[in-house]
């Protein structure tokens, strides 16, 4: 009996589970994997260079599968954001119905998608912020736990707390999201109140992931020990690979009075890309989140998603069971 829930119902999905929104990662072909096989697939915006270029890759995605997928709109802290209104715009001409919105005040983007029928699932890191979203009108909340690849926020809430407490004081459906990677995270997330689950790291780490080999590889080898966080200094925290140059960045931050031009050239979005594009760790600093420590192979994504349906089918048949024996 397959798992439904208020996500899979809402999005029209087989497998409670997504891909979130991942810079140089989440381009049509993953996405497009993702969704045909039963999941939602999110397109990353910003990993394309234009608003016209989306629009290219929100047609190659759709040669690809015939299911639904979503685009991720990350809204950075930066002073010269990119055009934003165009990402929106064209992916809404073009017919896209799902979005996850990410970063600073998402507000006009919600208010926009909502008013052009479309769905919104909403990453933020606190409680608070999914209230808020939830009052500005998204459609779910895919809340980010400390273990996350990207962004935790400041607060360093892990997600068997934060996940319980958005179970208590949310009124629509939630996602976990950040340290899931099989169906045992599932079958944890589902206990917790959330109606699935967002994964980033363990989809870079499949078949049809875009990155080089050698960095899949490198995942499966790494431990949950070999992650670390940059940005502390700046309250700008992202979760990343621990290489060379994420130590090098974090040295450089412990400096009394380190500024972001310190590190600016270390941490260019350009370097990051050559790690994916090359397959050397040590180029860039690249997003990971501690679930590499859970990962130890690469399988398709269909592979991925049948099977962590299954184990949290079954761990959730043994704790059923548990539960009636002890009942006896
Ligand atoms: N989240 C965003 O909202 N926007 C991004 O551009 C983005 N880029 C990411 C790039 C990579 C390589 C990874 C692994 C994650 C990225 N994320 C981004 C975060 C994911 O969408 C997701 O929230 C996170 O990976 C969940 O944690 P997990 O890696 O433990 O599954």
């Not at 996405?31 to 915006?45: K, P």
């Not at 270029?53 to 991720?72: D, H, Q, Y």
């Not at 017919?95 to 052009?116: D, L, M, Q, W, Y």
Request: proline fraction near 5%.
């Amino acid at each position: 009996m397959p798992i439904q829930t208020q996500l899979t119902k809402l999005l029209g999905i087989s497998y409670p589970i997504v891909q979130g929104g991942m810079q140089w990662v989440g381009t049509p072909q993953m996405a497009a994997a993702v969704s045909d096989a039963g999941g939602l697939g999110i397109i990353t915006a910003l990993t394309q260079p234009s608003p016209d270029a989306l629009r290219k890759a929100i047609r190659e995605a759709r040669s690809l599968t015939s299911k639904p997928f979503g685009v991720n709109i990350t809204l950075l802290p930066t002073l010269n954001p990119p055009d934003y209104e165009g990402y929106a715009r064209a992916a809404v001409e073009e017919g896209v119905r799902i979005f996850e919105t990410a970063g600073n005040n998402p507000g006009p983007f919600i208010k926009f998608f909502k008013s052009n029928g479309c769905i919104v699932i909403h990453k933020c890191t606190t409680v608070r912020h999914a209230k808020s979203a939830e009052r500005m009108g998204v459609d779910v909340l895919s809340i980010d736990g400390f273990e996350c690849a990207g962004h935790p926020g400041e607060d360093d809430i892990g997600g068997l707390v934060l996940m319980a407490r958005a179970a208590k004081e949310l009124k629509i459906p939630f996602i976990a999201s950040g340290g899931v990677a099989d169906g045992r995270g599932l079958a944890a997330a589902l206990a917790l109140g959330a109606s699935g689950v967002n994964m980033g790291t363990r989809f870079m780490c499949t078949v049809e992931s875009p990155i080089h080999e050698n960095i899949k590889r490198k995942i499966v080898e790494s431990t949950e020990r070999d992650t670390i966080h940059i940005f502390r200094s700046f309250r700008n925290t992202a979760r990343v690979y621990k290489n060379k140059v994420a130590v090098e960045v974090v040295n450089i931050e412990r400096k009394p009075g380190s500024k972001f031009d310190d590190v600016r050239d270390l941490v260019s979005g350009i370097r990051g890309r050559k790690v994916y594009e090359n397959g050397d760790p040590d180029a860039g600093i690249w997003s990971a989140g501690i679930t590499i420590g859970l990962i130890d192979d690469i399988p398709t994504c269909k592979d991925l998603l049948v099977r962590m349906e299954k184990e949290a089918e079954e761990i959730i048949g043994q704790v059923s069971s548990v539960v009636v024996k002890a009942k006896l």
